[in-house]
């Protein structure tokens, strides 16, 4: 591979770009303005997708399950990996559209779960409920690849199969904790089968897990202050105690004392 020539501000020539010097090469900071421009754009893009899932999320869970007295644990947005097959004289189709797959639980005991479709149309604030499963119907779920990070999942059910990409594949990550968590929690019998997934979507590395664990430590340190508190108090209720009765001796002492000399 050639080595990249660079001109100095001096005109000299130097092979070698990794060469630390204190010579300012003509293309060095304009080119790190640039992939610093470039950097502060992504984290910004980021940041504003980030955002906005966050206040669709936020926007289905208050339009779609609230008004069923339902509480929406979690939610992916996602897209079909294949398009769906649709009948040649289908027409009237809205267009262009966001889905996202929702996991809810209702309030009210016995505790159900349900796995919801929702879709935003473009050009639309609202969101529309399409298809649902109860969580018993879920039989299998595929992770893709147990060996690195991947947006790609399938959902298996009773009478139903989609191939799904989700946007990114931190937010597949959440969502299979939480479905994993909420199956271990809700479902008693056949539960459904995670396969081809990371440890870190159903082991100890669990934001749910994770989140126990802080919970738990926290009770278990503020438990154990409170017992160490409470035997300082009591050794110093102790304490108290003998001095007084040290105190009350001594006036004893000193007014037989005084009563002797007296006579």
């Known amino acids: 591979m050639p080595k990249l020539r660079l001109h100095t501000q001096s005109g000299a020539q130097t092979h070698d770009p990794e060469i630390k010097s204190p010579v300012f090469y003509r293309l060095s900071q304009p080119a790190a303005l640039m992939i610093s421009h470039f950097k502060n754009e992504e984290n910004s893009l980021c940041a504003l997708l980030d955002c906005s899932a966050m206040s669709a999320k936020s926007a289905i869970s208050k339009e779609i399950f609230a008004p069923l007295d339902e509480r929406m644990l979690g939610a992916v947005q996602v897209k079909r990996r294949t398009k769906k097959k649709i009948p040649f004289l289908a027409t009237g189709g809205q ?21 919801t479709k929702v879709k935003q149309f473009e050009g639309s604030t609202s969101f529309v409920r399409r298809s649902q499963w109860m969580l018993e119907q879920l039989r299998q779920v595929n992770g893709i690849d147990p060996n690195r990070d991947s947006a790609e999942f399938d959902l298996l059910f009773e009478n139903a199969f989609d191939q799904w990409v989700a946007s990114t594949a931190s937010e597949k990550c959440t969502f299979f904790q939480i479905l994993h968590h909420t199956c271990q929690r809700y479902l008693t019998d056949r539960k459904p089968e995670f396969i081809n997934c990371q440890s870190k979507l159903m082991g100890g590395n669990s934001i749910l897990h994770s989140a126990a664990d802080s919970v738990t430590s926290a009770v278990q340190k503020a438990s154990q202050a409170l017992n160490e508190r409470g035997e300082r108090l009591g050794r110093a209720e102790e304490k108290t105690e003998d001095m007084k009765n040290s105190a009350q001796q001594f006036a004893e002492t000193a007014h037989k004392l005084a009563m002797k000399h007296k006579c």
């Not at 267009?95 to 796995?115: D, F, R």
């Open 95 to 115: 267009g262009e559209y966001l889905t996202y797959i929702c996991l809810s639980v209702t309030n009210k005991k016995p505790t159900q779960a349900s796995i």
